[in-house]
């Protein structure tokens, strides 16, 4: 690549949580001396802002860009999450937690789940495998520490964890953090969008107000409008309702009336599920649900009456479909967050999306030629990573034993993409987790929601047959004596949060 062919101009459109994750990654990596980023964004234009939890690899977008946490804790309201709690998902009453971070350890390269299968179906009192795992049994105790570094033998050590913040105060922290590299906002609204009379590459934009912005890359964070990606470049949307039926959501936040939990809660209610997410000076609400198996006032009066305090604002409803564009890079235009597709936050992927759309694409940062190579594995890769991330939320959706209303019944009779079924089957028949090491959930996330789903396996693995059932409930008893005091010598979420 030649200096005179490097890209000069990157205009990005829309602001919010996506825009702005992606300005202040771009003017981190970028020499903004030698490329102009642009924003644009408009007060006039709200944002959806729900996706208020996380996954653990935030933490490394945040490291990337040197930012302390301490300081971002405390700028975005933000607590500590631990795992989600499923509530009523297997069937009404029952709970379970997935968790950040291993069940136990492997005994010699074999995972735990294995021995723990054979000493229940030996008869033996054997604790909940959920009580091998750190990470639920801190978050049952409300409990929280970084992890330990000096010792890595220490149970401390294989501490997981990610955040729950307000996405509108991040946004802003991250806006300060871009324009202080060299990021320009412009506040304003696209108008007309002008694309190259040949190649249909955008150019340039005109705004509301008559001014013109030329670009040479563009970035769509416009959320589900797609003002480039979609309504100027036709890139199409695949449509995944068929497997997640849910088209509708209402959203508000409430009082808080208690310490912040370190974890989320996800409970299944007639025709959809709720979120909570406890915030530092609120919680954050929310009810995901379909629209052809309730009407909106129904479940708007569902999330209301299960709100811990006062409502602290309008509820904010929303309407999707899930799914993906066709192309996520399309031309000279990456689309970015809701402009890219829509998941609904049963795992809290919205913002690991857009943080994995804008690493991936600055493993593939083009030139002005802007090849076609780069953009095919650009949209094979993301694609993927979106098939595997809907399959483990169909997961939750068709592994249950509610029978109780017509969408639960609709949803246990959906039928499986193939590459879940076959990890169903797997799992079922031998006790064994396949999984690409480019996946996004981990050899335990999916054993955590396929346990607490209720879907056990009817064997396991035969190299655990020479260890002595005796002899390995002894060493099980250990393990689960050594992860308990490890949580208790933890100090309170409240604590942490407190010294922050």
Known sequence: MTEANDIRKVVIVGGGTAGWMAAAAFSYLLDTSRTQITLIESEAIGTVGVGEATIPPILLFNQMLGIDENEFLKRTQGTIKLGIEFRN????????????????????????????????????????????????????????MRPVTDNPKSALAGIHY????????????????AEERGVVRMEGKVARV????????????????????????????????????????????????????????????????????????????????????????????????????????TALDRLMQNLDGRPLADPNPLRFVTGHRKAFWHRNVVALGLAQGFLEPLESTSIHLIQQGIARLMANFPDRSFSP???????????????????FLVLHYTATERDDSAFWRHCKAIPHPEQLKEKIELYRETGRIERND?????????LAVMHGQGIEPE??????????????????????????????????????????
């Open 194 to 297: 002008h694309q190259h009379a040949e190649t249909g590459f955008v150019e340039s934009l005109t705004l509301d107000d008559g001014r013109e912005l030329e670009g040479e890359f563009f970035i769509d964070c416009s959320g589900f409008r797609g003002v480039l990606i979609e309504q100027t470049l036709g890139a199409g949307y695949q449509d995944w309702s068929d497997w997640l039926p849910a088209d509708r959501a209402v959203a508000v936040p409430c009082e808080k009336v208690s310490d912040p939990c370190p974890y989320t809660i996800s409970t299944a209610h007639e025709a959809g599920w709720q979120w909570r997410i406890p915030l530092q000076h609120r919680t954050g609400n929310g009810h995901v649900y379909c629209s052809g198996f309730t009407d909106d006032q």
């Open 373 to 391: 190579a780069a953009r095919r594995a650009y949209n094979e890769r993301t694609l993927w990573e979106y098939e595997r991330i809907r399959d």
């Open 89 to 144: 998902w297997l069937r009404q009453g029952h709970s379970y937690f997935h968790p950040f971070g291993d069940f136990g350890t492997a005994i010699e390269t074999v995972p735990l789940h294995h021995f723990w299968h054979r000493q229940k179906q030996a008869g033996l009192p054997t604790p909940d495998l959920f009580e091998f795992s750190l990470m639920a049994q801190s978050a049952r105790h409300g409990r929280f």
């Open 162 to 177: 990610a955040y729950q913040f307000d996405a509108s105060l991040y946004a802003a922290f991250l806006r300060q953090f």
């Open 459 to 500: 064997s396991w693995s035969p190299l655990i047959e020479r260890f002595p059932v005796d002899e390995m409930q002894e060493r099980l008893d250990r393990m689960h004596h050594v992860i308990g005091r490890a949580a208790e010598a933890m100090p309170s979420h409240s604590s942490f949060l407190a010294e922050l």
């Open 438 to 446: 480019h996946e996004l959930f981990t050899e335990s996330s999916w």
